[in-house]
């Protein structure tokens, strides 16, 4: 270390020290100027986790769920000033750029059939031109409000709300896309209370307050640390000095980011105020040292002793700082281990840069030395060893209670995730979130994912009845499949709400849905997988946890895996009509729920009762349907003239025959009516024009009729008006699933089991989180378990002493023990931001233990650990609370930002840096024994401070007394 | 959904609804002559026959093909699908704007279905209603000659004033030789190219052109495309318009 420190207080090498480094900064800015940010929260997600890895795969398959969501208070959603408003702040999100789709109660299709002419009017929900009239606007609130898959997805229930969604188009940047999206809403409704909800507006939100509270904070903490650094060095030169290695391992760290393509992200964000931080615990020493030697021995002198003295510990320190960041990497989160790489690296430099450049430069600038003062710091800090030290018994004692007490609030602290980790109460996305979940019955989503046959009935009929089990669970307030698309088209072509009975009728279906992003989020393009999206309104994390496990043991406990198709009247029929009614029952007891209908266990029971006493088939209103028919424009027959009113009699004769004729039967009905023979030319092509439409009718009419006695026998209280009506009209389209001709069935017993399969699995963030949280609490415990193994082997290594690097980290340990035993009592979670907690406290407080067992030197050579620990703590004492005290300011300063991530490392980095420092001058006065640390070990030896009441050569009695 | 069936309705059928009937107005300034000249020349076949291959291209997926076959008569427009295979046997009639008739095979009935909806694509194309049934444009709109070329005009073309269109403004270039659109480009009212239609390969049977390829492109979801590729063509043919009735969807 003297060769190295004698080589650079020559002038040349000097000057070449700080050409390098200047030419470096320029490189560094230069590339430091491409390095971008990266705010996907995706990101953080161990790839490693299974449930991690499900969330990817349909992420990917469904092109992204990161939908922005815009919800909009209002008195009279049904205004038409607000509807138009509403109407061209929804044409205009379909012409914005990078929007692949905008939804609102504006641009949502509807139909009613039309009993005149047949067939059905279809057009948007909200007309063109909004009514204007009370009585015009009260029909439109009705027809709406009674529009299951509107209220409560696009208009609040209690109809004071509205909800725009933007899908972002295939490859763009969803915070860009809020960003639009904003933009437009914001110009459309400038005066309404608006709520900005889902990913892109969150991930936007934590990019905006992280950047805004960096730049906002980052001249505060670097002011408070710049006046800490100037009130222990009383020094511009040195102040600058110390601020400009920091500062610089900062521009070197990014340029190197920005040279390999490394993009930032939100725990990054925080980087320059660790490095800014831990980087001072360099340079602070180095300097203060430096200021006293050259004291005492002249510039040149006092810097090369300074280097040999103190450099050693300082390297020692650092490179086991280092190490503690470099912990990181043993997680599997890769933005974490991003942030430990960069900040290592980092830390390196401004490791490196203040064994050279500081020198380089205090050489070029010869800087004055200065005697050191008493200060009132170094006479707390001597105080306070040597009184732990004459009391080390007790407060030993004292100690071993706070750890166990630490122990024991470390074994109460949980890892959990949730979206709040992100954003602090009150905030907007919090605001959004409390708003979506009063409005629209919540936030949050989850999803799951069926993988099978989508065009196969039978599947999709499993679809929708799997989703019915999870609606019927507690916190649901919704659900939303494919399943429920198809029937909703499927009612616009037969006139029933259900799944068609065949897959020919299923995928010409599908064709009609071709391109619909709506609908691709529901399934995948193959037609292979389906999404059923969940909407939960818990509000704790525990209630989210206990329905996601109500779910997964749903999902478990399926009875089909492998399946067949069988027909409904073959061989296993009987199987066929216990499935189908099971699954009835179920879809009856879900629209019950989603309609407001009450019903509990009775209800239920007397719904399977019902389902199982076949009575007879009515046909009630069947007539007066096959005349509408055949007064239609969709009748493509011709009746004959005579007889009389003959749409009538053979409207009346069709009516007779039963709900399930064949066409032997229709033609002789036919034939009847029209008084000619059953094989008649007309009456023929008469049967092929009608044979299917009455079918239809038939059909629909009996499940009509068996609804109303479904509701009589199961005494359900139906809501009034059009929800009313609406629960019995789709109780009678699912009651005609009871005729479906095929049913899905588990494979046959002893059949091979090799047949199709349905494979469920449960995904969406809140199973990430829940993964995150296990994988935080793993990442955790490796990275500490990591950083105290390096720790105390590089101790270890450096005072070749296991004892005394088990000595060294001491402090760390017990930092560690306080800080996670407080988090535990005080129900602090442990999520990604506290995280990296571990490795900044060993990596900031082993520097602190490294530095005063540096300076454990009874005077005299003395045997005495009080004037030992005394002269320690006057010697490096200063120069460690200092730079705690401008840590802690650094981190401090976070805690008034609005980013949570930054807030908790800040607030608790702050804590425990204190902690850190407190715990060196006290567990190591209690136990250190040895008369010297020093020699003979790599860390050379710092020689103790001389104040300004001392003479220069003269070694100084610091103890108290 | 519903969407689906108007559009498909107006849509598939109209799909090469691009040279029906005329409308006359007259034209003073240079540019509504040419938008007159243009109407004319889109609109003065009687009846057409065609057969189209379709190709939608979203970002980040495959290609999804249709195939149309359209007959055109006057108001009315027969479409039949005949790929892909799902939908093959799918029939449209189109009566007039109000009046629509659709035929699925796998259901075996006529559904009557009156929609009032134009501005939607249909089955991922990116061609709406209105941007297939809009050929003639001189009652709508006013134009102006923007800049002119020895082979073409690039016209301004904007809403006369109290009518409503699908787009605040248009840009059409126009061949001088045939007076048919090669390209149009279409702006919403903030002024941005929403979408870009290119009409290329213009044939022609006696003095009806048509063009071989028509690709909309829309501009506002990352270059989505539809690709019409004209596979046959007979113009002026006799049609009976019993191939015009509800009765022809079910046969």
Known sequence: MEKFARLLVQKSIAWGVVAVVLVLAAASVFFAR????????????????????????????????????????????????????????????????????????????????????????????????????????????????????????LIAEDGQAVLIYGFPAFGADAKVVAARVRSVVTEGFPSEAKYWGGTPFISGYIYDVSQHDIRTLAPWASGIILLITFLAFRDVIGTALALASTGLSIV??????????????????????????????????????????????????????????????????????????????????????????????????????????????????????????????????????????????????????????????????????????????????????????????????????????????????????????????????????????????????????????????????????????????????????????????????????????????????????????????????????????????????????????????AEIDAVKRHLEASGAVETTGAEAAILAYLRSEEFI????????????????????????????????????????????????????????????????????????????????????????????????????????????????????????????????????????????????????????????ALMSVIYRSIPSGLLAASPVLLTLLLVYGAMGALGIPLEIGTSMLASLITGAGVNYAAHLLAAWRAPDGGDDPVRAAAAAAATSGPAIATNALMVCAGFLVLTRGEAKPLQSVGGLTAAAMLTAALATFVALPVLARRRSYVTPTPLGRIEPVLTSSDAPEATPDITAD | MTRSFRSGLLLAASALALMTHGTSARADAPGDKVLTAMDGALNRAKTQYF????????????????GLQVRLKGDKRFTEFTAPADMKGTKILIMSPTQMYVFLPAFGKVRRIASSVSDQGFMGMTFSQDDLASQAYNATYEAKIGSETPTEYHLVVTPKAGQTTPYAKMEITVGKEKMLPSEIKYFNAAGTNVKTETRTGYTCEGNVCVPSELKMVDNTKGGASTKMIRTKWKVNEEMSDDLFSKRALGE
Do not use: C
């Open chain 2, 51 to 66: 057969e189209y291959d379709v190709i939608n291209q979203e970002p980040g997926k495959g290609e999804r093909k249709l």
């Open chain 1, 637 to 792: 027959g011709d009746l004959p003239k005579t007889p009389a009113d003959a749409a009538r009699k053979v409207a009346s004769s069709l009516a007779a025959i039963g709900a399930r004729p064949t066409k032997d039967a229709i033609a002789v009905a036919l034939g009847k009516a029209l008084d000619r023979p059953a094989s008649d030319a007309l009456v023929i092509d008469l049967v092929s024009s009608v044979a299917r439409p009455l079918q239809g009718i038939l059909a629909h009419e009996a499940a009509t009729s068996g609804a109303k006695r479904l509701v009589a026998a199961a005494h359900l209280t139906l809501p009034a008006g059009a929800k009313g009506a609406r629960f019995v009209s789709a109780v009678g389209s699912t009651l005609m699933d009871l005729d479906a001709p095929t049913a899905l069935l588990p494979v046959a017993a002893g059949a091979a089991p090799d047949g199709p399969r349905i494979g469920v699995q449960v995904t969406g963030l809140p199973v990430m989180n829940r993964g995150l949280s296990q994988s935080v609490a793993v990442n955790q415990e490796k990275s500490i378990v990591f950083a105290l193994v390096l720790v105390v």
């Open chain 1, 252 to 601: 070197f760290t990014f340029g190197l980011m920005g040279a390999l393509g490394v993009t930032a992200n939100v725990v990054m964000g925080s980087m320059p105020v660790v490095l800014f931080a831990l980087g001072s615990a360099f340079a602070v020493p180095i300097l203060l040292r430096y200021y006293a030697l050259a004291h005492a021995h002249g510039s040149d002198e006092g810097l090369v002793r300074t280097l040999v003295s103190v450099g050693p510990t300082v390297l020692a320190g650092g490179v086991t700082s280092v190490a503690a960041l470099l912990s990181l990497l043993v997680m599997n989160i890769a933005p974490m281990r991003t942030f430990g790489l960069f900040t290592a690296f980092g830390l390196l430099v401004g490791l490196t840069l203040s064994l050279t450049f500081i020198p380089a430069v205090i050489r070029l600038v010869g800087l004055k030395g200065r005697a050191p003062t008493d200060g009132v710091l170094r006479a707390i800090l001597v105080r306070l060893t040597t009184t732990v030290a004459q009391h080390r018994v007790p407060v030993g004692v004292a100690l071993a209670a706070l750890a166990l007490a630490g122990a024991y609030g470390v074994t109460k602290v949980q890892a959990r995730m949730d979206n709040a980790a992100f954003y602090s109460k009150g905030s907007p996305p919090d605001q959004a979130e409390a708003f979506l979940r009063d409005h629209f019955g919540g936030a949050q989503f989850f999803q799951l994912e069926v993988e099978g046959d989508l065009t196969e009935p039978g599947v999709l009929r499993e679809v929708r009845g799997l989703a019915d089990s999870v609606a019927l669970l507690p916190h649901v307030t919704s659900t939303n499949n494919v399943s429920e698309i198809v029937a909703t088209i499927d009612e616009a072509m037969e006139g029933s709400a259900r799944v068609p009975d065949t897959a020919a009728q299923a995928k010409l279906l599908f064709g009609f849905l071709e391109g619909k992003r709506a609908v691709s989020q529901l399934m995948s393009d193959d037609r292979r997988h389906a999404l059923i999206h969940i909407k939960v309104d818990a509000e704790k994390i525990e209630e989210l946890e206990a329905l996601l496990a109500q779910v997964e043991q749903l999902v478990k406990a399926r009875p089909i895996d492998r399946y067949e198709i069988v027909d409904a009247t073959g061989p296993r029929n009987a199987e066929a009509t216990t499935r189908l009614r099971a699954m009835v029952a179920t879809r009856i007891a879900a629209l019950a729920r989603r309609d407001g209908v009450p019903v509990g266990a």
């Open chain 1, 34 to 153: 491409s390095v971008k940010q990266d705010d996907d929260l995706l990101a953080f997600l161990p790839r490693d986790n299974a449930d991690v890895r499900v969330f990817y795969d349909v992420n990917r398959r469904f092109g992204g769920l990161e939908t922005a969501l815009v919800g909009i208070q209002t008195k009279d959603p049904f205004a038409p000033e607000f509807l138009h408003r509403l109407q061209l702040v929804t044409k205009k999100l379909n012409q914005t750029e990078g929007v692949a789709y905008g939804m609102s109660l504006a641009n949502i299709d509807d139909f009613v059939a039309d009993p005149d002419k047949g067939g059905i009017s279809t057009g948007y929900l909200i007309p063109a031109d909004p009514p204007v009239d009370e009585a015009a606007r009260a029909a439109l609130r009705e027809k709406v409000m009674s529009r299951p898959q509107v209220v409560g997805n």
